[in-house]
């Protein structure tokens, strides 16, 4: 063989391999949102290979493919790479179709309604998913069984601390999400996340000598939940406005940002500028009404003295709490008195953990309804109502929201 004919052949392995790696189905995806979800979508895939890859996209019902070439960015720890779409100027309440990258599957999914005057919108909700990835998966199919429009995780996703060392939590997560957040027909469920304890090094930013709230430490100190989430992005708080009827706050209770002072002056400001809104709905992890923990522990009393009342001041009237892996409702609450006018607190964190012992429901002035229990809540909005159910890991409905029917009309 001449010195020409081996470099051709050399040249034509390169190029096979590259094309064959190339074409590979993604290790996993994630579907989440950085701007109005009744008219976009962010589309996020994992694989090998450096180059941008396509992402084919229909609308449902039509036959012609339109190709999107994707963003890439690094993945924390690893050799894989994540690549990224982010489709906008979608048609309100429709479903798109999607092919990723070496995969055959056709999948869909569907942008949020531009309004709730003729349609409800179904939301998932809960939080520390995944002490087991068989037990995340096991919610997840309940989950999906109940089809909601999208999920809300609160924090501590895969339990993997920020280190490098955890990196197989991460492809655990987000293998059980790719398999087991999809319905049967083929739809995946978007997911909006907040961060965790178990998202960041030490736990809270004050464990980091020398924290700075700056973009990079916060990237230092939390990894993959900066690289791998595109909403809620830096500084690890942000707002997700649907349309004028819907606001997600999503928070930092002290893992990558302080409460106290920016975050604070933050979510006045962004409640205050959503007066109108018809829902607007804070989620964080760590709860200021534990249904576990301690009730005078140090980030409890910080949410409640310095968010808590600004809640009150805008209108809330629920919020979703985490990190205690329990389910609690409290009473409706205001100027922390029990208060038919005041907030109803939600949580506690306990998709896919193992439970803990709860307070004594009777004697905690708070809790209305607590148990030790793997579950989710499925919120409803309707117009300017709202209603849940929580449901727990084996589909049995342990609480409802409102109590009657009575109740349910008189909400404002």
């Known amino acids: 063989m001449s010195y020409l004919q081996k470099n051709l052949t050399i040249l034509f392995l390169l190029f096979s391999g590259y094309f064959a790696q190339a074409q590979e189905a993604p290790f996993a995806f994630y579907l ?6 009744t008219t976009s979508m962010v589309v996020d895939w994992h694989a090998n290979g450096l180059e941008p890859q396509t992402l084919k996209i229909r609308r449902k019902g039509t036959e012609s493919w339109t190709d ?3 963003d890439v960015m690094p993945y924390p720890f690893s050799e894989r790479i994540v690549h990224r779409v982010a489709l906008h100027g979608l048609r309100q309440d429709t479903a798109y179709e999607i ?7 056709i999948y869909y999914f569907r942008t949020m309604p531009g309004n709730l005057n003729e349609k409800s919108l179904k939301i998932a909700i809960g939080g520390d998913s995944m002490h087991r990835k068989e037990w995340f998966e096991k919610t997840n199919r309940m989950v999906t069984f109940f089809e909601p429009d999208f999920i809300i995780i609160g924090g501590d996703m895969a339990y993997e601390n920020g280190l490098a060392e955890n990196l197989g939590r991460i492809y655990d997560w987000f293998d059980a999400y790719s398999n087991s957040l999809v319905t049967a027909d083929k739809r995946i469920l978007p997911c909006v996340v907040a961060i965790g304890n178990h998202e960041v090094v030490g736990g809270y930013y004050g464990r980091n000598p020398g924290y700075e709230q700056t973009n990079s430490f916060r990237k230092r100190i939390a990894p993959y939940f900066y690289s791998l989430f595109a909403f809620p992005g830096q500084p690890g708080y942000n707002v997700l406005d649907f349309g004028s009827y819907l606001s997600l706050i999503i928070l930092d209770t002290e893992h990558s940002n302080p409460i106290v002072g920016v975050q604070t002056e933050w979510l006045a400001k962004t409640l205050k500028e959503r007066e109108n809104v018809l829902h607007r709905i804070p989620i964080y992890h760590v709860p200021a009404f534990p249904s576990v923990r301690n009730y005078e522990g140090q980030t409890q009393t910080l949410v409640r003295e310095n968010w808590v009342p600004i809640f009150e001041e805008n209108g809330v009237r629920i919020a979703f709490e985490n990190h205690d892996h329990a389910y609690k409702r409290t009473f409706p609450i205001r100027n922390l008195e029990v208060d038919q006018s005041g907030i109803i607190y939600v949580g506690d964190g306990s998709w896919g953990v193992a439970e803990r012992e709860i307070h004594e429901v009777d004697a905690t002035w708070y809790l209305k309804k607590a148990q030790s229990v793997k579950a989710f809540t499925l919120l409803t909005l309707e117009g300017q109502q709202f209603s849940l159910i ?6 049995k409905i342990i609480d409802t929201y409102p109590e009657s029917p009575l109740q349910f ?4």
């Not at 989440?32 to 979800?37: A, F, K």
């Not at 929580?390 to 589909?395: K, L, Q, R």
Request: overall charge negative.
């Open 32 to 37: 989440t949102w950085n701007q109005d979800p």
């Open 68 to 70: 999107m070439e994707s």
């Open 390 to 395: 929580s449901v727990d890991e084996e589909g």
């Open 99 to 105: 092919m990723f990258p070496g995969k055959e599957e």
């Open 409 to 412: 009309q008189s909400e404002r």
